[in-house]
């Protein structure tokens, strides 16, 4: 339970509801800037001002996934101007120890947070965010193959780049829909984990000779590995989906030359399954918040 | 191999390219109606006349999946009128015992092939077929769900009306994508066979008890089962994919009346994925011909 803690959310997209809505349910106070376009009703939620004193109050600020840009602007859907501004005095104002919640931290928060000594957390470095948060994005990976292949995932040819969070998930995935499954990866443990799983390793350094034959390429490396050299390889029917973060790991000029549909597509979970990613996130949050 | 086999292809969609080159690949020699749009190339192939010449020749009428409308018609979409008119006179034509190879076949087809002694086969009611086409059908309903939701498959609580060809393929592909899967049917051995497969079985005359915490209902009995008072004890968050043969089995209505996304969506396989499908219906016509 989260009784008594008060936590102030700054704008956000659909996922924030979700935080707000789990939190409130057990039982913390939640005040809201950036929200004035909400149509959705909390309980023991208030919409308050941008002030230094709405900080003072706070156990906890809770930022959208992308966090805070280095001119301390805050995205949000749910205002009409769609941006709320932070300055410096709002993180002064907050007290020593309270946490900083957000998806990802550029310069300018690490700096506040630690002249303040706030406790900052950036979910998305957390493991147990990014793996849940892989099945989001391997759905969502998926489903963009479905849409520009005339074939099915079902026995088609499958290769995945990466075997981390992400290039697990979607290789499990892809084998448990009926898939030939291979996956690249460079280290022998990695290789050793593929194999065992029934999909075939292939060594990073082999690519090129592997992929001539290859319907579809999921790429999790966010490193230039579908190089020109490789692309040239592989049939112009070969449908690419980059979930690399930007600007991913395909050379997407020579693809586009070569007449290959390649797609850059990051950040997935908020757009396929925005509820799903605001409980991963939720869950978090109330995990950390529920041991201090 | 078709060595020597001579087969009429009229109109159809991208399926029919697929049985065109799996078929030459085999040898056959093939005439095409109501192609005259086709920027495809393959080997032994001609464009030809609607004549009864033409059909006089034929081991095999190839129709596409859709057949002949009782007027007639068959479509096409390469050809820019999109239409070709079958007569009498054209299967009168054809010599008997030679092969009539359609998807489905209205009465006039039926009542052609039978006066003239043609060996009609109705490769959407072979279960070869069926249970093949199952993959792309699922696939898409699933595809569908992602698009149409706010929640991953993964963890979700599904609902699978039907264990018969299509509902088997989708009980098992939303159980290997990590969801939550009950399945409603009628036979005692069905939900023995469910419950075999890991899932939850509903015996569908308790179905409206059995739906209040659903997230998607998938559809596949084509008789009217999602009627007003199941859907009343739906929640209104939950997504409905009806993919029975039209009408569907939803009272779409009031699914509609009560703020429901509920999609109808039959013949999923040639809009998701062609090139496998008609690869499926190639399968089984190289088979059948093979054969005799």
Known sequence: MLTGRRLVFIGGDARQLEVIAQTTELDASAMLIGFEELNRRFTDTALVPLSPEVFAEADALVL????????GRVDTQFSSDGHVFLAEEHFAAMREGAFVFTG???????????????????????DEVAILNSIPTAEGAIALAMEHTDITIHGARTLVLGFGRCGITLAR??????????????????????????????????????????????????????????????????VIIDIA???????????????????????????????????IIADSITRILAQT
């Open 173 to 238: 995935t892809l084998g448990a829909l009926g898939a030939q499954v291979r996956v690249a990866a460079r280290q022998p443990a990695d290789l050793a984990r593929i194999r065992e799983m029934g999909m075939t390793p292939v060594p990073l350094q082999r690519l090129a000779s592997e992929v001539g034959d290859v319907d579809m390429v999921f790429n999790t490396v966010p490193a230039l590995i579908l190089t020109a050299s490789v692309l040239s390889r592989m049939s112009k029917d070969c």
């Open 64 to 71: 959208p996934v992308a966090g805070m840009d280095d001119d």
């Open 245 to 279: 973060s930007k600007p991913g790991g395909t050379d997407f000029r020579y693809a586009e030359r070569r007449g290959m549909t390649a797609l850059l597509a990051p950040s997935l979970p908020g757009l396929v399954a925005p509820k799903t990613a605001g409980r």
């Open 104 to 126: 990802i931290a550029r310069s300018r928060l690490e700096t506040f947070t630690e002249k303040y000594k706030l406790n900052l957390v950036k979910l998305m470095e957390l």
